[in-house]
T-cell receptor
Framework: DTGVSQDPRHKITKRGQNVTFRCDPI?????LYWYRQTLGQGPEFLTY????????KSRLLSNRFSAERPKGSFSTLEIQRTEQGDSAMYLC???????????FGEGSWLTVV | KNEVEQSPQNLTAQEGEFITINCSYS?????LHWLQQHPGGGIVSLFM???GKKKHGRLIATINIQEKHSSLHITASHPRDSAVYIC???????????FGQGTRLTINP
């Protein structure tokens, strides 16, 4: 257990439904990241928060995706109108500063059927 | 061409063998990370380095900034070392990490 919690760990949803994932980072970590990983590939960057500010978003993050970190603590990643191509593991990570070790959660597996 | 390339993609070895996994990158970096991912998804950070060499137990990581290359070595490999090992780089001035595709390591008893 790295201290970064993600919920739910697994989600199966029908195409077109909305899903939301939650990440609770290590408490003193001000930087929070979302990544997406498909089978056999390394993670790909989605978005990054410093405290409550979303400072960077990947072009992978279409307008169906939205992420928030309202109080600079936990974060949510919502996918609207899910598509089969959204099936992947969504990883959250946090760190205290840019020069420090990064800690990953266990990931949230999404299967869109 | 990916910004971070790892080799080999798959590696199978016998218990006790010395293991080397390589990572080459094409961008300027502030730090390079070696990560371990077990089945089920969880990723654990093994090393973060920006120069030289680091050692932790049976694991050794080296980086050559001029050649844009890093290696992860495992001495006296053990079946519990079986996992996917991922190289990731943090670009200069960038917050995000760019990941290699991973190396799947299997150590047979």
């Amino acid at each position: 257990d790295t201290g970064v919690s993600q919920d739910p760990r697994h989600k199966i949803t029908k195409r077109g439904q909305n899903v939301t994932f939650r990440c609770d980072p290590i408490s003193e970590h001000n930087r929070l990241y979302w990544y997406r990983q498909t089978l056999g590939q390394g993670p790909e960057f989605l978005t990054y928060f410093q405290n409550e500010a979303q400072l960077e978003k990947s072009r992978l993050l279409s307008n169906r995706f939205s992420a928030e970190r309202p109080k600079g603590s936990f974060s949510t990643l919502e996918i609207q109108r899910t598509e089969q191509g959204d099936s992947a593991m969504y990883l959250c990570a946090s760190r205290k500063g840019s020069g420090n070790t990064i800690y990953f959660g266990e990931g949230s597996w999404l299967t869109v059927v | 061409k990916n910004e971070v390339e790892q080799s080999p993609q798959n590696l199978t070895a016998q218990e006790g063998e010395f293991i080397t996994i390589n990572c080459s990158y094409s961008v300027g970096i502030s730090a390079l990370h070696w990560l371990q991912q077990h089945p089920g998804g969880g990723i654990v950070s093994l090393f973060m380095l920006s120069s030289g060499k680091k050692k932790h137990g049976r694991l050794i990581a080296t980086i050559n900034i001029q050649e844009k290359h890093s290696s992860l070595h495992i001495t006296a490999s053990h079946p519990r070392d079986s996992a996917v090992y991922i190289c990731a780089v943090g670009g200069q001035g960038a917050q995000k990490l760019v990941f290699g595709q991973g190396t799947r390591l299997t150590i047979n008893p």
